[in-house]
């Protein structure tokens, strides 16, 4: 059985590769062809011999599909291994298993924004990732094939202008990254890793919900990554008919944990408002989220609704969020009014993965 090698740290790869014979030098040559070159296809690895190459899986996810938007921003829809991760096998996983990656492309810079698991359970009422709930958690590898599958399908080659290289990434895809945190840190060790994507840690942020336990945990972390606050909404109340997952947990007891991670490592966190037209975006709720905002060292970025067929919210309009925005800066707040991408590109989460699923469905 083949071993995955985006699944294992450079001294599992080591000891794997002394077992097979080979010197600890190969997990540097296998290192610099995958993470630093972005070369997954065995016969490209020329100082590799193809008896070793043949003992390791690199990409076992494959592109199912793919959407493009005129501003250049790139969904790939991404079909994983047939039961991978389920104890019983394939039949009763019911795979093979849909996870979307995008990638923003900007003059000096390329996101890539990552998905944690396959659906999710948070059930926010928005949006088209919780539509069938939470199928099982991705792997390190996977999210790590993501980057490999963007910077090859969407990137130029290296050499030319803007080579092929993810530079900032952003875990805000499916799921709900902090509840699959031993994957999601392995994939930030890698990511920040020198040896391999090396990434700055300051180029990555890791989006939750509102975990506290979760966002004290990444505090501990060594890894100074930026923390984003998935809020979108000013009040307790309001929050739980729109994020269901919320349960019993409050704001106050998010923002407290969020004050831990700005101690840790005194970097602002960000607060994410998605503006729901007639929901969210009003100026009693601009007030309120401005006095919440006292309470932390933060920034906010206010989202425009992407719509999803189905689903009963509408994206507001340009004057509503000109003026939700210039009401929180005459505040004091720094608010930045996030520039909507992909919008014809079905780029909010889930909504790709969605349609194949329906499609898919429909052919059975």
Known sequence: MAISLLDMTIDKLIAALAEMGEKPYRAGQLADWVYRKGVTDPSKMSNLPPNLLARFDILTSRVAGRTESRDGTVKLLLELADGQGSPAGPAASGGPFHVETVLIPEPRRATACLSTQVGCAMGCSFCASGIGGLVRNCT???MLQQVLHLQQACLPAA???????VTNVVFMGMGEPLANFDQVVAALEVLTDPQRFGISARKITVSTIGLPEGIRKLARLAIPVTLAISLHAPDDELRRRLI???GETS?????AAAREFYQSRKREVTLEYLLLAGVNDDPARADQLARLTGKLRCNVNLICYNPVPGLPYRRPGQAAVKAFAGRLAAKGINANVRRSRGLDAAAACGQLRRHAENVGNSQR
């Open 140 to 142: 390190c590898g996977e």
């Open 251 to 255: 704001i106050e007891q998010i923002l």
């Open 159 to 165: 050499g030319q202008v803007g080579s092929r290289h």
């Open 244 to 246: 269901p997952a919320a």
